[in-house]
């Protein structure tokens, strides 16, 4: 007789140097507390033989990003998912696809940011364009037109996908334009205390940690240490991030997005004290957010809850977890080449810090949308910021 499968299943797909990061063995144990069990995806081989699925959960960017680049395989690959999730409705998704794939490109992420509301909050992103094109000259124009001053900073269009989608450079004037190598998003550099707020969301709960980032400039900088504030700065005090205002800016690109796990990279800019967001990540690593894998369960249990086909709802049965909340290398004398840090690759703002060093970094209490509701750098757009 061959025996039933189980009915409660969540099945997910990430590369094995996410798994090994995030210690999967352990939210394995979590979902086995709650009822589920953990089954990886074979993206290889049709997914209908795989199921039945409750939810799915992933982060493909990486396959997406390959996708971009002609990989037949990641086609394929892809194209299983995609077609499984469509025969299947009743199978959750965290997150959505189509919504997902935002987040890949750069100037799409940005564009959202810019088009979003957070404007009238003081929260904007910093001037960007795309620069597809090797023409000196025409990206000189190009700049100008969408009011990118130096210094700027040069990000990869593509996101995801190899470890070049995260390096930056620092451009500090028209000469180091020619560092720039399309397509590549330019992005005005804003002065902010070489302070780097990240807010890692899981569903409706997000914590805040505060990173090392890079120095103030100024036009007369060119290739001085990155990272170690002049005396005249050390002066400024750097503000707390608002409780507030996080909660808008979190609750805002929720709405935006569509997704449920995702990073924000947010400065405070110096003088005029407004929020800049310079990035967001799918799926980032989560270093250090306190019981991730009991909240990651909360935020998959309330997707299921208000995912309309479901064919499982969790009941008064269900556990019930809710926490109480409460190296830069030089590389011309016009631009500075970054790899990302030493922390989460998927993260790609101005984080120069090591996030082992805990005399660097600062954790936040955990925040909650639910007073509300309930139920390190990146894309490019020919405007000014709000």
């Given at each position: 007789?061959?025996?039933?499968?189980?009915?409660?299943?969540?099945?997910?797909?990430?590369?094995?140097?996410?798994?090994?990061?995030?210690?999967?063995?352990?939210?394995?144990?979590?979902?086995?507390?709650?009822?589920?069990?953990?089954?990886?995806?074979?993206?290889?081989?049709?997914?209908e033989?795989?199921?039945?699925?409750t939810?799915?959960?992933?982060?493909?960017?990486?396959?997406?990003?390959?996708?971009?680049?002609?990989?037949?395989?990641?086609?394929?690959?892809?194209?299983?998912?995609?077609?499984?999730?469509?025969?299947?409705?009743?199978?959750?998704?965290?997150?959505?696809?189509?919504?997902a794939?935002?987040?890949?490109?750069r100037?799409?992420?940005?564009?959202?940011?810019?088009?979003?509301?957070?404007?009238?909050?003081?929260?904007?992103?910093?001037?960007?364009?795309?620069?597809t094109s090797?023409?000196?000259?025409?990206?000189?124009?190009?700049?100008?037109?969408?009011?990118?001053?130096f210094?700027?900073?040069?990000?990869?269009?593509?996101?995801?996908?190899?470890?070049?989608?995260?390096?930056?450079?620092?451009?500090?004037?028209?000469?180091?334009?020619?560092?720039?190598?399309?397509?590549?998003?330019?992005?005005?550099?804003?002065?902010?205390?070489?302070?780097?707020?990240?807010?890692?969301?899981?569903?409706?709960?997000?914590?805040?940690?505060?990173?090392?980032?890079?120095?103030?400039?100024?036009?007369?900088d060119?290739?001085?240490?990155?990272?170690?504030?002049?005396?005249?700065?050390?002066?400024?005090?750097?503000?707390?991030?608002?409780?507030?205002?996080?909660?808008?800016?979190?609750?805002?690109?929720?709405?935006?997005?569509?997704?449920?796990?995702?990073?924000?990279?947010?400065?405070i800019?110096?003088?005029?004290?407004?929020?800049?967001?310079?990035?967001?990540?799918?799926?980032?690593?989560?270093?250090?957010?306190?019981?991730?894998?009991?909240?990651?369960?909360?935020?998959?249990?309330?997707?299921?809850?208000?995912?309309?086909?479901a064919?499982?709802?969790?009941?008064?049965?269900?556990?019930?977890?809710?926490?109480?909340?409460?190296?830069?290398?030089?590389?011309?004398?016009?631009?500075d080449?970054?790899?990302?840090?030493?922390?989460?690759?998927?993260?790609?703002?101005?984080?120069?810090?090591?996030?082992?060093?805990?005399?660097?970094?600062?954790?936040?209490?955990?925040?909650?949308?639910?007073?509300s509701?309930?139920?390190?750098?990146?894309?490019?757009?020919?405007?000014?910021?709000?």
């Open positions: 007789m061959t025996e039933s499968k189980p009915s409660r299943v969540i099945a997910y797909w990430m590369s094995e140097k996410k798994i090994q990061k995030l210690n999967w063995t352990e939210f394995r144990n979590v979902c086995r507390k709650y009822g589920f069990d953990l089954v990886k995806l074979d993206l290889d081989q049709p997914l033989g795989q199921g039945p699925f939810v799915i959960l992933h982060k493909t960017m990486d396959i997406l990003a390959r996708t971009c680049q002609g990989d037949a395989k990641a086609d394929a690959m892809m194209a299983r998912l995609e077609s499984y999730v469509k025969d299947h409705p009743e199978v959750a998704i965290i997150d959505p696809l189509d919504n794939q935002k987040l890949l490109d100037y799409q992420t940005y564009s959202i940011i810019h088009n979003s509301d957070l404007g009238k909050a003081d929260v904007f992103t910093p001037s960007f364009v795309e620069l090797s023409d000196y000259r025409g990206n000189l124009q190009t700049l100008r037109l969408a009011g990118v001053d210094p700027f900073v040069c990000k990869p269009s593509v996101s995801h996908g190899s470890s070049s989608a995260h390096k930056m450079a620092v451009i500090f004037s028209e000469k180091g334009v020619q560092d720039c190598h399309p397509p590549c998003v330019a992005q005005s550099f804003i002065n902010h205390n070489a302070v780097l707020y990240k807010i890692y969301v899981v569903g409706d709960e997000y914590i805040v940690t505060e990173r090392p980032s890079l120095k103030n400039f100024y036009p007369s060119s290739t001085s240490s990155l990272t170690v504030l002049d005396p005249s700065d050390k002066m400024v005090s750097t503000p707390q991030p608002d409780s507030a205002k996080v909660q808008r800016i979190v609750s805002t690109l929720r709405n935006e997005l569509g997704m449920s796990l995702f990073g924000i990279d947010v400065v800019e110096n003088g005029s004290g407004r929020y800049g967001i310079i990035d967001i990540n799918a799926f980032p690593g989560y270093d250090g957010y306190p019981n991730f894998f009991d909240r990651l369960m909360n935020c998959i249990l309330e997707v299921i809850d208000r995912h309309p086909h064919a499982y709802k969790p009941g008064p049965s269900d556990a019930e977890f809710c926490l109480p909340l409460t190296k830069p290398t030089a590389k011309s004398k016009n631009s080449i970054m790899s990302p840090g030493s922390g989460d690759h998927g993260d790609s703002g101005i984080d120069t810090g090591d996030s082992s060093d805990e005399k660097k970094k600062r954790d936040f209490p955990v925040g909650s949308l639910s007073a509701r309930r139920s390190s750098t990146t894309t490019s757009d020919c405007h000014s910021p709000h």
